[in-house]
Nanobody, 126 residues
Framework: VQLQASGGGSVQAGGFLRLSCAAS????????MGWFRQAPGKERTFVAGISRSAGRTVFADSVSGRFTISRDNAKNTVTLEMSRLIPEDTAVYYC????????????????????WGQGTLVTVSS
């Protein structure tokens, strides 16, 4: 599966952005999906994930209550909506897919995802 992330940009603190991840080559319904981010000089970290059927979502503590994740398997897309953005959210955001997770599982480690998009930059200014 090929993944294409989009929607990044520059916003002020308190703002909103919607990131999209579009898949091609395979149907997304067979993949658990995750969003990760990597700030300059830091490791790539888990942000949010959603199980194959969207029955379960998981968020990092740092974004819980501010970010939502959803998927439209018919359109082969996964969306990350980011509200009340803060400067600490500044990073390159990556979407990732894992076909091995069972339906109710959401992998949270980068190494568990074999497929990655190219990343989209989010910059939040204070």
């Amino acid at each position: 599966v090929q993944l294409q992330a989009s929607g990044g940009g520059s916003v002020q603190a308190g703002g909103f952005l919607r990131l999209s991840c579009a898949a091609s080559g395979r149907t997304l319904s067979t993949y658990a999906m995750g969003w990760f981010r990597q700030a300059p000089g830091k490791e790539r970290t888990f942000v949010a994930g959603i199980s194959r059927s969207a029955g379960r979502t998981v968020f990092a503590d740092s974004v819980s209550g501010r970010f939502t994740i959803s998927r439209d398997n018919a359109k082969n897309t996964v969306t990350l909506e980011m509200s009340r953005l803060i400067p600490e959210d500044t990073a390159v955001y990556y979407c990732a897919a894992d076909s091995r997770a069972s339906d109710h599982l959401v992998p949270m480690k980068a190494g568990e995802y074999p497929y990655w998009g190219q990343g989209t930059l989010v910059t939040v200014s204070s």
